[in-house]
């Protein structure tokens, strides 16, 4: 004689809070992570009487800060004013799209523009924008 098993229970999960744990999650890591805001140099940019947008996408360019002492940041690294053809170099390698975007303080020398200038010419970078604003408001 063949006996028959009561107990036919099956080995299942429970899903019906998986909704929650799935929500709990993603507004906790909504909370916790931080966005990069983009760090420059503190830059007064001088006016301008027509403005016109950069085309194309934001990935192909390259910003350069100049400080009123001279200082130069590119992509937020600290830059000799020595080895920005080198820094450009290296980013011209990798994008073949890339333009430069110079947002020079206005208390800056021109010497300092002129030696980018050149820097940039040694590194091929010939796509070169110049940053300004319309108002006299800082950013």
Do not use: C, W
Request: charged letters at 30%.
């Amino acid at each position: 004689m063949k006996l028959k098993r009561k107990n036919d229970s099956k080995a299942e999960i429970p899903t019906s809070s998986m909704p929650d744990i799935i929500f709990m999650l993603l507004i906790f890591f909504m909370m916790s992570t931080v966005l990069r805001t983009f760090e420059g140099l503190d830059v007064i940019l001088p006016k301008a009487k027509k403005i016109a947008t950069l085309e194309g996408s934001k990935r192909h360019v390259a910003y350069v800060f100049v400080g009123r002492d001279g200082v130069i940041s590119i992509d937020d690294k600290m830059v000799k004013s020595s080895d920005v053809s080198k820094a450009i170099y290296q980013k011209r390698k990798d994008d073949n799209q890339l333009t430069v975007s110079l947002r020079a303080d206005r208390e800056v020398v021109m010497k300092a523009i002129s030696n980018i200038h050149s820097e940039l010419r040694k590194a091929n970078a010939l796509k070169l924008n110049y940053s300004a604003k319309t108002k006299a408001v800082p950013y």
